[in-house]
């Protein structure tokens, strides 16, 4: 997918950025969708009309990527991995669009439903034991369904979240990297570094461990971290874990 570029125009420059975001966001195939950033990044890199159309279409694949609770849609998934590409050259846009905390909002929601979900299937099993009781945990189960919406985000998913905002939290790659780490304590955003320690993907715990030290460069946020018992998954995590995962 090597061609030469430079005497492309504008239009067709615009036009083939366009083309490749949409094959990112609705591919199906996970290697055409790799090869779409891949090639966006390269027309980036050679074009700065490349880089002036998707700076002005940030908004729109942020929204797209990071929607509102509840109007979650599948297409969520691959735009990640878009945000995830972006983020290194994009951290200002990124920061300015509030990224940190629409990140935060969707991955703390995503724990509130799996919570949710695990109560309904207690409350389900206890239900059984009677026909009045079996009744109401087909209700549940209904219930369920239309509040949920979708399933939990895959691994892949958080981890490049988490990369994310390991990137936005960094003062190598923007300014408002301080402003990013204190918007992350103010929206909860120590509570998402817990449950991605433990993760069986070492990518999500190593992109945890990272964003946590990143984000005690901030002394007000110690606390946070503390009150939230990390020093004790971090030593957890230490005496069981092996950093030499693949």
Not at 64 to 79: F, G
Not at 178 to 203: D, H, K, W
Request: glycine share 2%.
């Amino acid at each position: 997918y090597e061609w030469n570029t430079s005497e492309w125009s504008t239009n067709e420059i615009e036009s083939s950025c366009i083309t490749l975001i949409d094959e990112v966001e609705t591919s199906c195939d996970k290697e055409r969708m790799e090869i779409s950033i891949k090639i966006l990044l390269r027309l980036m890199a050679k074009h700065v009309q490349a880089v002036s159309f998707v700076k002005r279409d940030a908004e729109r694949i942020v929204h797209k990527a990071l929607p509102p609770i509840h109007t979650i849609k599948s297409n969520r998934n691959n735009l990640s991995h878009l945000l995830a590409a972006l983020a290194p050259s994009m951290a200002d846009d990124f920061s300015l669009l509030d990224v940190p905390r629409k990140i935060c909002r969707s991955m703390i929601q995503e724990m509130k439903d799996s919570a949710y979900r695990i109560q309904l299937w207690f409350r389900f099993q206890i239900s059984k034991k009677s026909k009045e009781q079996r009744n109401q945990g087909i209700f549940i189960g209904r219930t369920k369904r239309k509040y949920t919406g979708s399933s939990a985000f895959p691994r892949e998913v958080k981890a490049a979240y988490l990369s994310v905002l390991l990137v936005l939290t960094k003062n190598e790659f923007t300014n408002m990297s301080s402003t990013n780490r204190v918007s992350l304590a103010n929206c909860e955003g120590v509570l998402i570094l817990l449950p991605s320690l433990i993760q069986t993907c070492a990518l999500c715990r190593i992109a945890a461990l990272q964003l946590a030290k990143e984000i005690s460069r901030e002394s007000s946020i110690l606390r946070s971290l503390l009150n939230c018992n990390f020093d004790e998954s971090l030593r957890s995590m230490l005496k069981f874990d092996d950093f030499t995962e693949k």
